[in-house]
């Protein structure tokens, strides 16, 4: 056996290595199409087991060049590697930021949108989906509300444990906080089945001892839990939570946020050359969108001119369903352009959706949700009481974001290819991810699907709202801004409504901090590739080409993307 060999199997092993421990995060899981059997363990002892377990894959892996080997295998290997640098930290960070979806997204707070919120939507969603075939899975299906109940117990021990350790909520955040554990609460009946339908004919006789039981466990188990979960958040609590927010203002949160923007971005930058980056694209866009204004004569006047746009039909919506009906307009249109830019066809429907109630006062925009058992097509759900509120001229941006040729296309195509190792079919990379779906965005431009002046406009529109998410985010975790300096720059910069930017500073602030420094310093590395391949490539460079090689393998960092095309 060669030293190639060895190392060829010493790389398979050690993909499949971190595949296992991967494979046992929630959000992957739920991609998998797994049956809930069994939920996590939500612990800072079993944060600190996965690092552990992290750590040392992590050190094997460095002791082999994946650039040496056939791409088939080496890639595969990087993304096992930014897998288990996710987790690294999960212990070490806990007691500040820790990461219920297994995929990155360190959230301060359990409760709060993005971060425990978000993973027990996916768990309640999906209990309330579960089919019955036997008696094995109604025993399972009682298991798992009893380990519902125990999650939320850590969740709640958590944030009693880092309140005394002095790190509590602040209180801009609180009522949001409140809001989610109350909308959950309000939720939980439906976790006892309701109807025949989702019972085999052979179950009927187990149908009332079995609710009966669900029934039982969610009066005494769950709703208890969310309960204790909601007590802590006492007025003792709010008296002693600070004002002010941002992660440097908790012991050692300076250090792990630089880690955070290391981990989001894939890119080796500081907090401080990330704001000016975020300043000197602000100013380049605020020219773009005087310039489109002034074909109106409302050069000068920003608020004048989404007065105009509110006025005009084809952008507002009374009701989640017209809002629905926007996004289909887009949907519709890039169907008619989808060719001439990408080979391989869809194989997976999509479409957009209302957010649930619960998460809507917490959740700006909403967020991308792959099929999956029970929901075949893919949807993105968003916030139909903010969207029936605003000028839609932004949906078209949002729409290619979300949908194609952004996440969905990227999304689907990846989770649906077979020939990928199990890691790359189901790699997640925040940067690639979001990068891609803002470099859709602006592609989306390129391809002409922006027809009229209001939709360039709400291109523009969404284009600095993402790069203001460079300043404030920063500003607030790492230069010292207070939350309105951070609202009041919002203000200045975008035409949001102060209940979106509310929700907005509250995110980067007191959720999941850096998360956002994904979509703009992302969608650059993307376009900045492109341009040197085409320059490689001259005449030879075929955009489908391109768009074919860089989501063959699936989401990895970008630095690790620009040395595989380029290679």
Not at 61 to 84: C, F, H, K, N
Not at 382 to 392: D, I, K, S, W
Not at 417 to 428: G, K, V
Not at 443 to 452: D, N, Q
């Amino acid at each position: 056996m060669t030293f190639q060999d060895r190392a060829i199997g010493a790389a398979s092993r050690l993909t499949s290595d971190a595949w296992e421990l991967f494979r046992d995060c929630p959000f992957v899981r739920m991609q998998l199409g797994e049956r809930l059997a069994k939920l996590p363990d939500f612990s800072g002892e079993a944060a600190r087991a996965v690092s552990a377990r992290a750590e040392g894959i992590l050190k094997q892996i460095d002791e082999i060049d994946a650039w040496s080997l056939p791409q088939t295998v080496g890639i595969p290997l990087r993304q096992a590697r930014y897998a288990m640098e996710m987790r690294r930290n999960a212990g070490a960070w806990y007691p500040t930021v820790f990461d219920p979806t297994g995929i990155g997204f360190y959230g301060l707070f359990a409760p709060s949108a993005y971060c425990g919120g978000f993973v027990l939507q996916m768990f309640i969603d999906s209990l309330t989906r579960q089919q019955f075939a036997t008696g094995g899975d109604l025993d399972r299906y009682l298991g798992v509300l009893h380990d519902l109940a125990q999650c939320v117990d850590r969740m709640a021990e958590r944030t009693a444990e880092q309140a005394v350790a002095g790190m509590r909520i602040p209180k801009p955040q609180l009522p949001a906080a409140r809001a989610i554990i109350a909308g959950f609460k309000g939720r939980l009946k439906q976790l006892v089945p309701d109807g025949t339908e989702r019972f085999a004919s052979g179950l009927r006789s187990d149908e009332l001892r079995f609710r009966a039981e669900a029934t039982r466990r969610v009066a005494d188990c769950i709703e208890p839990a969310f309960a204790r979960w909601a007590d802590v958040l006492d007025q003792d609590y709010e008296d002693k939570a600070p004002q002010g927010v941002g992660m440097a203002q908790y012991e050692g949160g300076r250090e792990i946020y630089r880690g955070l923007i290391r981990l989001h971005t894939t890119l080796d930058l500081e907090a401080e050359e990330i704001h000016e980056i975020g300043l000197e694209r602000i100013a380049r866009i605020h020219e773009r969108m005087k310039s489109i204004r002034s074909q109106c004569g409302l050069a000068d006047d920003p608020k004048a001119y989404l007065e105009f746009v509110r006025n005009d039909a084809r952008f507002s919506a009374a009701t989640p369903e017209a809002v629905t009906a926007v996004f289909q307009r887009y949907i519709d249109r890039m169907d008619r352009a989808y060719s001439s830019a990408f080979r391989e066809p869809l194989k997976v429907g999509y479409g957009a959706a209302p957010l649930p109630k619960a998460l809507e006062g917490s959740m700006t925009f909403g967020f991308y949700s792959p099929a999956k058992p029970g929901q075949e097509q893919a949807q993105y759900l968003f916030n139909g009481g903010h969207l029936t509120a605003v000028p839609l001229h932004t949906i078209a941006a949002l729409n290619f974001h979300e949908l194609v040729p952004g996440h969905h296309l990227h999304l689907s195509m990846q989770y649906g290819n077979d020939a990928l190792l199990p890691i790359s079919r189901n790699a997640f990379c925040n940067a690639f991810n979001e990068g891609w779906a803002e470099y859709a965005g602006h592609l989306a431009g390129e391809l002409g699907l922006y027809e009229t002046p209001e939709e360039q406009y709400g291109r523009c529109a969404l284009d600095i709202f993402l790069t203001c998410r460079l300043v404030v985010d920063t500003g607030m975790n790492a230069l010292g801004w207070s939350l309105e300096r951070a609202r009041e720059f919002m203000r200045e910069n975008t035409s949001m409504s102060d209940a979106e930017i509310r929700s907005e500073t509250l995110r980067y602030a007191c959720d999941i901090p850096a998360q956002a420094l994904a979509y703009k310093l992302g969608d650059t590395e993307l376009i900045r590739a492109r341009e040197v391949s085409r320059a490689k490539l001259g005449g030879r460079f075929d955009l489908r080409d391109f768009h074919a090689r860089v989501l063959a393998f699936g989401a990895m960092p970008l630095p690790d993307l620009h040395r595989y095309l380029n290679g």
